[in-house]
């Protein structure tokens, strides 16, 4: 089956870039979702089809999906995003969730 | 807006059934073109796609369950069921119910439930 590999962990300092990469085998020919979990809540959508922002996300998050590595770009980093994060994908082949096992980000 | 509320026992014996059930509000599941979905999170680990089901009864499973799942949803009460066979320790976890669109070309789950713990132990 499908399977999405992302870093367990990436750190940052405060106003600096985080980036999170998904690896999937052709994970281009699909859309990639992300997630952002903060310690004891529920997933949030912070980006949906790639690249697009629910309403309500910052401007700050990002996405790309290009090749075999779709990117969540986070700017100019704050406590407030020290979270986990997960990606996500519809395997169109097999009709199944896939979710990357989680990042988790810390703001150093 | 749509609202999702997980409700279960919280506690369960091994070898026994564990059921939850997610009460959807600000919209009808049988007019929805949402699947209705369950995921969970052991303790410390990532988030693992249950399945998901639409209000018609059509379903999707994760092939790679140990236990097998069975998700029912309840149009005249607007909600939907998750019951798993024989629990073992390794399905203590953080249930969620969460909507995805599949119906509506949106493979990504918009609204969660706050989850609900449920622990396997004697």
């Known amino acids: 089956s499908f399977v999405l590999t992302q870093p367990p962990s990436v750190s940052v300092a405060p106003g600096k870039t985080a980036r999170i990469t998904c690896g999937g085998n052709?994970?281009?020919?699909?859309?990639v979702h992300w997630y952002q979990q903060r310690p004891g809540q529920a997933p949030v959508l912070v980006i949906h089809?790639?690249?697009d922002r629910p309403s309500g996300i910052p401007e700050r998050f990002s996405g790309s999906n290009s090749g075999n590595t779709a990117t969540l770009t986070i700017s100019r980093v704050a406590a407030g995003d020290e979270a986990d994060y997960y990606c996500?994908?519809?395997?169109?082949?097999?009709?199944?969730?896939?979710f990357g096992g989680g990042t988790k980000l810390t703001v150093l | 807006q749509l609202q999702l509320q997980e409700s279960g026992p919280g506690l369960v014996k091994p070898s026994e059934t564990l059921s939850l059930t997610c009460i959807v509000s600000?919209?009808?599941?049988?007019?929805?073109?949402?699947?209705w979905s369950w995921i969970r999170q052991p303790p410390g680990k990532g988030l693992e796609w249950i399945g998901s089901?639409?209000?018609?009864?059509?379903?999707y499973y994760n092939p790679s369950l140990r236990t097998p799942a069975a998700i029912s949803v309840d149009t005249s009460k607007n909600q939907f069921s998750l019951k798993l066979n024989s629990v073992t320790a390794a399905h203590t976890a953080v249930y969620y119910c969460?909507?995805?669109?599949?119906?509506?070309?949106?493979?990504?789950?918009?609204?969660w439930g706050q989850g609900t713990l449920l622990t396997v132990s004697s």
């Open positions: 089901i639409s209000f018609s009864g059509r379903t």
């Open positions: 089809y790639d690249t």
């Open positions: 600000g919209a009808s599941i049988s007019s929805s073109d949402y699947y």
């Open positions: 969460a909507t995805l669109g599949l119906g509506i070309g949106a493979d990504y789950f918009e609204f």
């Open positions: 996500q994908v519809w395997d169109i082949s097999s009709d199944q969730v896939v």
């Open positions: 052709n994970v281009e020919s699909g859309s």
